[in-house]
């Protein structure tokens, strides 16, 4: 049978570590989590199963492996090490027998993303972010079009436009609105994604280090590295969509709870196709998962073992490819959610009508 192993790490060290080892997570502080992560080792996680898919019926299983770094941890140790752990449980997932590995989360962000690892191991390596760019594209137009947006008359921010999923994000949203605001840290590496981004479209592309000017935004992806909670309050105009695909979220759910005008959605879960159990909770509900993880399993599917989204330079070509290639085998976009909980039309509507009275409100001078 053809596999796949996917590698998971701490998010929410206390949450994450509690989902393993419910008593460690339990007693540790954070910050003990923080340090005794650098020194514990790859673990398999779990055996996945059942995933079949709707074009061939072939059926494939594969593994989840934990780097035990917690994102804090990978952000701020030399990326050599870093790079050795994630290298052992590559290693690990070869002896398993794994045809593809899939990097998730903080793993697929450090260094070159995935080309240093990719090089060190005799199986193909991806990071998954083509298909995490194509669902958040998708998850965040249908947001838009719930809450009655017109993009083609708007503007649409992406934070971490430098990166490799916020650069192709801006390819793709650049014909579909009429503003595109591109924010970042590194001016010079702005420009270059703006020159191809004014290549792919007909919005007009303006780029800045101020995070502050997307309050004038209607639609905002982030995708940053920041390490979370990047996005503040006053950033936020009332009405405007925000599609965090950021791990850890660049919005917390305290904000999102206090701004009952704004919309914050997940960056786009996947149904996956037959009955799959992944064999452990790492956070989305069931039959669901991330982009990086389906696009793993499609190209196990596809039985391309290659290396395929390495290195931070995204091609729209392949991103509309393993696109295809999810939907060929069934996986399907799976109802909006915002932090892992199902968003419905009755939450839509009472956003838009707080936003509406906010901004009537503040057009009488009183806000
Ligand atoms: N939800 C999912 O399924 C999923 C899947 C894959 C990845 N992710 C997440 O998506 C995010 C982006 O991944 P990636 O692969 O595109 O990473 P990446 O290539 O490293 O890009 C991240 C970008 O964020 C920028 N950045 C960091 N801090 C910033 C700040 N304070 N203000 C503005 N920009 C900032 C970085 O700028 P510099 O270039 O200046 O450092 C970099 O360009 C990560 O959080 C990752 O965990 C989520």
């Known amino acids: 049978m053809n596999s796949f192993a996917f590698i998971i790490h701490p998010l929410d060290p206390k949450r994450d570590v509690a989902r393993k080892y419910p008593l460690l997570g339990k007693l540790l502080p954070e910050a003990a989590i923080h340090f005794l992560s650098r020194f514990w080792p790859p673990l398999k996680i779990s055996h996945v199963t059942g995933a079949r898919s709707e074009a061939t019926g072939e059926t494939i299983e594969g593994w989840l492996i934990a780097v035990p770094y917690t994102a804090q941890r990978m952000l701020h140790l030399p990326t050599k090490e870093v790079y050795r752990k994630i290298v052992a449980a590559g290693h690990l997932a070869e002896a398993l027998g794994a ?7 903080y ?11 990719a090089r060190e191991l005799e199986i193909p390596v991806t990071t998954g972010d083509s298909y995490t760019a194509a ?5 965040g137009c249908q947001a838009a079009r719930w809450m009655e947006l017109s993009l083609d008359k ?10 490799a999923i916020g650069g192709v994000v801006a390819q793709m949203m650049a014909p579909r609105c009429r503003r595109l ?3 970042g840290r590194r001016r010079e590496r702005l420009e270059a994604v703006a020159e191809r981004v004014r290549a792919h479209g007909s919005a007009q592309v303006r780029t800045t280090t101020e995070i502050a000017a997307i309050r004038e ?6 995708v940053t590295s920041s390490g979370g909670n990047l996005l503040r309050s006053e950033y ?5 969509v925000v599609c965090d695909v950021s791990r850890p979220r660049d919005v917390s759910e305290h904000l999102a709870r206090e701004r009952d005008d704004v919309l914050v959605i997940d960056g786009g879960l996947v149904r996956v196709p037959g009955e799959v159990d992944f064999g452990f909770d790492y ?7 991330f982009g990086c993880v389906a696009e793993t399993m499609a190209l196990t599917f596809e039985h391309r073992f290659e290396d395929y989204t390495v290195g931070r330079d995204l091609r729209l070509e392949q991103v509309q490819e393993i696109d295809r290639m999810a939907a060929k085998h069934g996986f399907r976009l799976a109802a909006l959610r915002s932090f892992e909980r199902e968003v419905d039309m009755a939450t839509i509507q009472r956003v838009k009508k707080r936003a509406r009275e906010l901004l009537r409100r503040s057009a009488g001078g009183t806000l």
């Not at 045809?99 to 989360?105: P, R």
């Not at 793993?107 to 690892?117: E, H, L, M, P, Y």
């Not at 935004?217 to 982030?222: M, Q, R, V, Y």
């Open 99 to 105: 045809d593809i590995l899939g990097l998730g989360a």
């Open 107 to 117: 793993t697929s962000v450090v260094g070159d993303a995935g080309i240093t690892i």
């Open 135 to 139: 669902l958040a594209v998708q998850a």
């Open 154 to 163: 708007g503007i649409v921010a992406v934070v971490g436009a430098t990166g």
């Open 181 to 183: 605001l591109l924010v």
């Open 217 to 222: 935004a209607d639609l905002i992806f982030t």
């Open 236 to 240: 936020l105009r009332p009405g405007v």
């Open 283 to 289: 956070g989305p509900p069931p039959q669901l998962t």
